[in-house]
């Protein structure tokens, strides 16, 4: 395989350009004629549709329903919440004419649906019995990136879900937002195998609009933070603007509670930068659109009819078993050449049978995630093959969970923070809960307060920023 | 349930009222705050995802796969295929800012995105070894509407998928097209019950930019044609401004043949006008939200007890079955009201069970399609369940698929066909070919030929119009 249709640079050398190549020459996604944007190709696509199928069994379990909602939003309608207009204005599109006319009230591109979802359910909900009303939008939101695009991390429009819930109790909807972030963690860490540290954020960092908002965070090879998914307690702030009320059982009207929540495809992002190698892509076995290659080795014409059939033979088999494999019977290349593709590819589990493995009644079994190979015999192909996809699941979830334990540091000097910062930790330190400290820290080293994790241990230390008294112990790191 | 809650206009006597009505009062959709925009609430969501799951199963068992495009397309893109962007230029939403900055080259929110698509495709094609190419995109697509807001039928964005194939052949690209129209064909008449007639467009109604459209017409009570959707063959006429090339096992290149196709919302438009009657929706099984509805009967609170646990034990039987089934235990109604309510919303099965029935061992079935009672004995719950909900399926076929016959009449005559039209018949007609003769026809009478249907017999009558000899019979109607 020529090096210019491998991955050129490695990853601990030149990250952000091993990134990029990746998701171009595993096809995942390329650049769209516009800035900013970018367009899913199938195997990229696929892997969303994974990740989408998993989370929606999830919400349909726990009795959330999915609609549509429309991208355009008036002017007039995203302005009703001050503060909440204030943090998307800058990056709003702007829809000014349709045909040759001239728009009155101008019509933003959805950069989040809250607003409009809100004026729809102000309809919809009169009395006890329309509660709890948890729809969920799969869908896009927009909002103008200024800053080189990054395909799945930084892009003006970007695939995500939104999720809008209203209770007739606080204490119903602060159940839900915990509810989902735990239904959010449970995804990342069990489809994607990325393992999440969940807490609230700051206020400084928190939703705007929201009285407080859940995160988790992840930390990736390059030591930053990149923050997975988030889930919102929207108090009555938007309820009462957009007056969300009913008559409860008293009869008597009440203001309602209400959540929202989204993740979206910065997931994938993730898992491209966590499990990837110098080879490409490493995929982990749930959500890779192939989980099986089989690639038949032969060098003569009756060595292939042979093999080709016995490889049919095992893709059956697999098949049945809803195991999603590929044989690629390409004659225009060589093995050497299908290995390093499917390879870029992160396809989890290489099947290889040549000659002589048909002759001794095996096959070889190729890790993605370690490289190891296995003889499996012909009979045990039915039962062999789905523990070592669970395997290979599980050895990329303690991986990144080893590296995630390992670059996470309890630090309480300030000297020593930053040094830590530069070499790419997360740092555990204690914080007085100050804004002021807040900042102050982020100018000094860059770092964020990315998330106060729940059930941390309050610390006898002082902050490290003013030495005054601490609150809790918090996660600082750069972020993405 | 007072008049208010219920539909309070006829179908044959305000059809256009009457559907509105349902469409509301039965929450499939509400208006959005913009005009010409509809937001789908979770029971009309839940039709769409029905319909979605089973053309995406097909798509995907026929080689196809899915992808992502952005909504944003540059205007020097869009105007590249000069009589495609003529076609749709009136009815483009134009975005000209992010935040407070004015963009350069305005982009056009997606009227459709064979020119994205293909600005794409032209990088990915460079041999026969890409093609064929099939990717499938379910998105939304934005057309200005100027008329009044008709929720699935007249919206300025509608739910919708496009596919867009890419073939070494032309041969290959018009075998795709027929094939995707006998996937619609299927889709639509075992889906949601609509029978549809099947053939080309005339070179005036034909997709703008394509060599020929075909097409799937259904007949809607009132007489008028709804095109159910459209497989067009495009030939070289986008590869090649676009420049998709490959080079074949000769090493010469060639441009690619190219096909599109779509299906929309609209077919839940289709459902709601061709199924419903005076008491609201009547849904077709296979793509009703809730199958069976289980109303519990009781005035004493020791009935009750029993009777739920009894209707429970049903629901459990059924669900294993993969029946949607839902128990209304509302307290708050009556079970005449919860009949009326769930005979508004269309549930095909409603499942009645009283003090009485649960002394004798049996439940009562009412069919939403024909009100037919039916007694059925406990032990026979799980068996005769599903059979009934199949029969169901099939009478709505047969009762439209009547309907169509009944109302498509072979008319050689002028003067017959003018007071045909205004009866609202589908009219199988003589033409001579000519496009003035369609343009007269759709001048004095309303009425579009609708479709070329494949095999229809030629006439040996003269043209309906011009009286020169006809070329063939095409069915005219008027449109929605």
């Known amino acids: 395989m020529s090096k210019e249709i491998g991955i050129t640079v490695k990853k601990n050398e030149n990250f952000s350009e091993w990134y990029t190549q990746v998701v171009i020459k595993a096809e995942l996604a390329d650049y769209a004629p516009v800035k900013g944007l970018i367009v899913l190709r199938p195997y990229g696509y696929s892997i969303w549709e994974s990740l989408k199928d998993s989370l929606d069994e999830k919400l349909k379990s726990?009795?959330?329903?999915?609609?549509?909602?429309?991208?355009?939003?008036?002017?007039?309608?995203?302005?009703?919440?001050?503060?909440?207009?204030?943090?998307?204005?800058?990056?709003?599109?702007?829809?000014?004419?349709?045909?040759?006319s001239e728009i009155g009230d101008r019509l933003a591109l959805r950069p989040t649906s809250e607003t409009l979802a809100y004026s729809m359910y102000s309809k919809w909900i009169k009395s006890w019995r329309d509660l709890p009303l948890k729809i969920n939008f799969w869908n896009t939101a927009l909002r103008a990136e200024i800053?080189?695009?990054?395909?799945?991390?930084?892009?003006?429009?970007?695939?995500?879900?939104?999720?809008?819930?209203?209770?007739?109790?606080?204490?119903?909807?602060?159940?839900?937002?915990?509810?989902?972030?735990?239904?959010?963690?449970?995804?990342?860490?069990?489809?994607?195998?990325?393992?999440?540290?969940?807490?609230?954020?700051?206020?400084?960092?928190?939703?705007?609009?929201?009285?407080?908002?859940?995160?988790?965070?992840?930390?990736?090879?390059?030591?930053?933070?990149?923050?997975?998914?988030?889930?919102?307690?929207?108090?009555?702030?938007?309820?009462?603007?957009?007056?969300?009320?009913?008559?409860?059982?008293?009869?008597?009207?009440?203001?309602?509670?209400?959540?929202?929540?989204?993740?979206?495809?910065?997931?994938?992002?993730?898992?491209?930068?966590?499990?990837?190698?110098?080879?490409?892509?490493?995929?982990?076995?749930?959500?890779?659109?192939?989980?099986?290659?089989?690639?038949?080795?032969?060098?003569?014409?009756?060595?292939k009819e042979h093999i080709i059939k016995k490889s049919k033979e095992i893709?059956?088999?697999?098949?049945?078993?809803?195991?999603?494999?590929?044989?690629?019977?390409?004659?225009?290349?060589?093995?050497?050449y299908k290995f390093h593709d499917w390879e870029m590819k992160g396809v989890p589990l290489r099947i290889e049978i040549g000659p002589k493995d048909l002759a001794k009644g095996k096959i070889v079994l190729v890790r993605r995630d370690n490289q190891k190979k296995t003889d499996l015999s012909f009979e045990n192909v039915e039962n062999g093959i789905d523990s070592?996809?669970?395997?290979?699941q599980q050895n990329l979830f303690e991986r990144a969970k080893s590296f995630l334990v390992e670059k996470t540091q309890v630090i309480s000097d300030f000297e020593k923070f930053k040094s830590a910062i530069e070499d790419g930790l997360f740092l555990n330190s204690?914080?007085?809960?100050?804004?002021?400290?807040?900042?102050?820290?982020?100018?000094?080293?860059?770092?964020?307060?990315?998330?106060?994790?729940?059930?941390?241990?309050?610390?006898?230390?002082?902050?490290?920023?003013?030495?005054?008294?601490?609150?809790?112990?918090?996660?600082?790191?750069?972020?993405?």
Request: proline share 6%; with cysteine.
């Open 62 to 100: 726990t009795g959330h329903q999915n609609g549509f909602l429309p991208v355009l939003i008036p002017e007039s309608l995203l302005s009703k919440e001050s503060e909440h207009f204030a943090g998307f204005n800058p990056e709003v599109f702007w829809v000014t004419h349709a045909g040759d």
């Open 147 to 303: 800053k080189s695009t990054k395909p799945f991390l930084r892009t003006s429009e970007f695939l995500w879900q939104e999720g809008h819930t209203v209770h007739a109790t606080k204490e119903e909807a602060e159940k839900e937002v915990m509810s989902i972030l735990e239904i959010y963690k449970k995804t990342v860490e069990e489809e994607l195998a990325i393992p999440v540290i969940t807490g609230k954020k700051t206020d400084k960092e928190k939703f705007v609009g929201a009285v407080y908002t859940t995160t988790m965070e992840a930390i990736m090879p390059d030591g930053k933070a990149l923050q997975m998914g988030t889930s919102h307690f929207l108090g009555q702030n938007f309820s009462k603007p957009f007056e969300i009320k009913f008559l409860d059982k008293e009869n008597i009207e009440n203001f309602a509670w209400q959540t929202s929540w989204g993740v979206s495809w910065r997931l994938i992002g993730a898992l491209i930068m966590v499990h990837g190698d110098d080879k490409g892509l490493v995929l982990p076995p749930r959500v890779s659109p192939i989980q099986i290659v089989i690639v038949p080795i032969y060098y003569s014409e009756s060595d």
């Open 315 to 336: 893709e059956q088999i697999l098949s049945k078993k809803k195991i999603r494999v590929h044989i690629d019977i390409r004659d225009e290349f060589t093995p050497g």
């Open 388 to 392: 070592m996809l669970n395997e290979i």
């Open 430 to 480: 204690p914080w007085c809960g100050d804004q002021k400290c807040e900042e102050k820290i982020k100018e000094i080293t860059g770092a964020d307060i990315r998330v106060i994790p729940f059930n941390n241990k309050k610390s006898s230390e002082p902050c490290i920023s003013c030495k005054k008294p601490s609150k809790e112990n918090v996660i600082f790191a750069r972020g993405y």
